[in-house]
């Protein structure tokens, strides 16, 4: 699978929009990029995903460039609750059965 | 829907004591789990995939004898840390994806919400 690179850390103001980076320059075709979230002491939670066209859903957009090799993550109004860490991915099918992993993640830190 | 439980959402047991951890999908069936840890500050590392009706799947490094993994249906696999010791403290969390494996190719992962393990 295709490496991701993130950010460390960020921070955003509540109420303003909340851009996450993600470099995957070495993803391939048949790849798609899989935004996750991990508040603290819980489960990740997934967020959207896409193949090659932008995305959006009641969460989040996902705007990947035309050439997949980066995406950003826009949450449009961030508030105090989306204080996470977020895990940018790129998985495809291997032989070990459609694995997930993950790297280090962004550490996003909402001010109020 | 795709929900994943996890259960206990906490233990504390004794240093060589075995654990078990169960992980239902309670409104889809998987026939593949997945069972990660993380070590606190740090990212989830995966240990295994985990099939129904078949022998589970380690990464690199993980003792299959020591973390037991049982996938007896479609929408329950268990994790057993067998003789704990405080090394093994942390916090495990598993995942699925709906459907059968072909079709769910591009299904996003759902997770359980952890299960936070104390050795002592």
């Known amino acids: 699978d295709a490496k991701t690179t993130q950010p460390t850390s960020m921070d955003c103001a509540e109420g303003r929009a909340a851009n996450l980076p993600c470099n995957h320059s070495t993803i391939s075709g048949n790849e798609y990029v899989y935004w996750y979230r991990q508040i603290h002491s819980q489960g990740p939670q997934y967020i959207i995903h896409g193949l090659k066209n932008n995305e959006t859903n009641e969460m989040a957009s996902l705007i990947i460039t035309e050439d997949r090799k980066s995406s950003t993550l826009i949450l449009p109004h961030a508030t105090l609750r989306d204080t996470a860490v977020y895990y940018c991915?790129?998985?495809?099918?291997?032989?070990?059965?459609?694995?997930?992993?993950f790297g280090a993640g962004t550490r996003l830190f909402v001010k109020a | 829907g795709a929900v994943v439980s996890q259960h206990p959402s906490w233990v504390i047991c004794k240093s060589g004591t075995s654990v078990k951890i169960e992980c239902r999908s309670l409104d889809f069936q998987a026939t593949t789990m997945f069972w990660y840890r993380q070590f606190p500050k740090q990212s989830l590392m995966l240990m295994a995939t985990?099939?129904?009706?078949?022998?589970?799947?380690?990464e690199q490094g993980v003792e299959k004898d020591k973390f037991l993994i049982n996938h007896a249906s479609l929408t329950l696999s268990t994790l057993t840390v067998t003789s704990a010791h405080p090394e093994d403290s942390s916090f495990y969390i598993c995942s699925a994806r709906p459907g059968q494996v072909q079709s769910s190719y591009n299904s996003p992962l759902h997770f359980g919400n952890g299960t936070r393990l104390t050795v002592t």
């Open positions: 985990s099939n129904e009706g078949s022998k589970a799947t380690y």
């Open positions: 991915i790129v998985r495809s099918r291997n032989t070990g059965g459609f694995k997930t992993i």
